[in-house]
């Protein structure tokens, strides 16, 4: 029999990042792949040696395949995609063409996008990474403009992970100037697998609400 795969998040998120926890990375690629999971939780607070033993830097996610443990939502998902040909080509280019859009989506868009996000929290007259952000969108854009994915063409964990680091500007406005990358996230986003991501991430941390409410925790 396989080997259970178990995602770990937190138990208990506040709203605000409630749907943008990274667990849904994992949650998505594991449901368009059709590949059973469970998810366990571990406390947002305290984070206790437990948790530093799975997670260096005290954050989620992680990962159990069996008794493969790993971190980082990226590292998880190409773990993930090595199990399943509808999370990436196994043809050469193919491959290739997803891994260099994957790690452009973390080390190109996600390495500016994030920095940007934490920046606007404390609402400053002009953010000072606006520019460079704007300059990463318009050559995706341009991009986008062209084709429907980013590799092979057909959805990949590159469109999975481009499309979720690009949802947090979106939903602040950042793509008011960016039609192509609004309708590549709207359709990354309708996918079966996305919703059903998001809402039971949703239903995680809402049926933590409820245990707390109820003084069960
Ligand atoms: N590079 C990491 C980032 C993980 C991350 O930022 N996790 C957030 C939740 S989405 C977290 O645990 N934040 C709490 C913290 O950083 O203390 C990954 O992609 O797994």
């Given at each position: ?88 080509p196994?043809d050469?280019?193919g491959k ?56 092979a ?65």
């Amino acid at each position: 029999m396989p080997e259970r795969v178990t995602i770990w998040t937190y138990d208990w998120v506040p709203p605000g990042p409630r749907g943008f926890v990274r667990d849904l990375r994992l949650r998505w690629a594991l449901e368009e792949a059709g590949i059973a999971y469970e998810v366990a939780s571990t406390p947002l607070s305290p984070r206790g040696p437990d948790h530093l033993e799975r997670q260096p830097f005290a954050q989620v996610p992680f990962l159990d395949d069996g008794d493969i443990r790993l971190f980082e939502s990226g590292a998880c998902l190409l773990h993930l995609a090595e199990k399943s040909e509808v999370l990436m080509p196994v043809d050469a280019q193919g491959k290739a063409d997803t891994l260099q859009w994957f790690i452009a989506a973390l080390n190109s868009v996600e390495m500016v996008t994030v920095p940007w996000w934490f920046i606007n929290l404390s609402n400053p007259p002009e953010n000072p990474l606006e520019g460079w952000m704007r300059q990463r969108f318009d050559r995706l854009e341009a991009v986008l403009q062209t084709r429907d994915w980013l590799a092979a063409s057909r959805f990949t964990i590159a469109d999975l992970m481009m499309a979720d680091v690009l949802r947090m500007p979106m939903k602040l406005g950042a793509l008011a100037d960016h039609p192509a990358l609004r309708n590549y996230v709207d359709r990354l986003c309708a996918r079966p697998a996305f919703v059903k991501a998001h809402r039971d991430q949703i239903a995680h941390f809402e049926s933590a609400d409820a245990a707390r409410n109820n003084g069960q925790s």
